[in-house]
């Protein structure tokens, strides 16, 4: 696993559970304690979390009502989320990819009548316990690392599934329109959860253009809405757009 794939699972396990200690991270990301620390320390200085002894907690932000500043990759996730949840309608069955977008959108649907079909164990931690949506985990095998559910099990689930909307991540976007991924069992995943659903929304910040990855998920015209910032500046994008692709800025 390379190093922002590390910060991410790292980031996106302290979302789900506010608190995580070295042994903890060494143990799921396959890594000795010595790299999780640096990873901790670097994460740190970007004020995605606050170092304690043996471990980290979750950064203190405006978002829970205290001090600290959001960075502006944190802060361009929570805004695509945001503008995300409001394409959602009440009553809707929304197929949730991993990610650390669709993990915040998550907690934007808690109290919300919506059905929410995911592989993402961070989904689950974020809406297992609310009362008012409903939430399907697809079955499958564990990634440990990626905290999802992969394999074929779970691409048989997805083929007897249908949804409304489907939210897709990605690592990057290339300059021909290719959207890609970094992890190999996760792309024919997210292109059946594309398929699977009436509409597709890729959920794509500034960092993602191009941002990385060799695994083809898709093209920016297979979606039928972008949900991007008006930071990036991408004639893919743009030829996209052209094209019938409806693309909202945050």
């Not at 302290?14 to 000795?32: I, Y």
């Not at 009553?91 to 915040?104: A, C, K, M, N, W």
């Amino acid at each position: 696993m390379l190093t922002h794939q590390r910060e991410a699972a790292i980031v996106e396990r302290l979302e789900a559970v506010g608190s995580v200690t070295v042994d903890e991270l060494s143990r799921l990301l396959g890594v000795s304690g010595t790299t999780i620390r640096r990873d901790l320390e670097r994460l740190e200085q970007r004020a995605h979390l606050r170092r304690v002894h043996g471990g980290a907690t979750i950064a203190r932000t405006p978002e829970s009502g205290q001090d600290g500043e959001l960075d502006d990759d944190t802060r361009e996730k929570e805004a695509l989320a945001r503008a995300t949840a409001d394409l959602i309608v009440d009553g809707q069955v929304v197929l949730l990819d991993i990610g650390i977008t669709t993990r915040r959108l998550a907690r934007h649907l808690r109290g919300r009548p919506v059905t929410v079909i995911t592989n993402s164990l961070a989904v689950l931690d974020a809406l297992g316990d609310d009362d008012v949506a409903s939430l399907v985990l697809l079955g499958g095998m564990v990634g440990g690392k990626t905290r999802t559910l992969i394999g074929p099990f779970t691409e048989q689930a997805l083929g007897r599934v249908h949804a409304d909307i489907a939210v897709i991540s990605s690592t990057g976007v290339k300059n021909e329109g290719a959207v890609v991924t970094d992890l190999t069992h996760e792309a024919t995943i997210k292109g059946r959860m594309r398929e699977a659903a009436d509409r597709s929304i890729l959920v794509a910040n500034t960092s993602k253009f191009p941002g990385s990855g060799s695994y083809r998920i898709a093209s920016l015209g297979d979606f039928d809405t972008i949900v991007t910032t008006d930071r990036v500046e991408s004639t893919a994008l743009t030829r996209a757009a052209r094209g019938g692709v409806e693309v909202i800025r945050t």
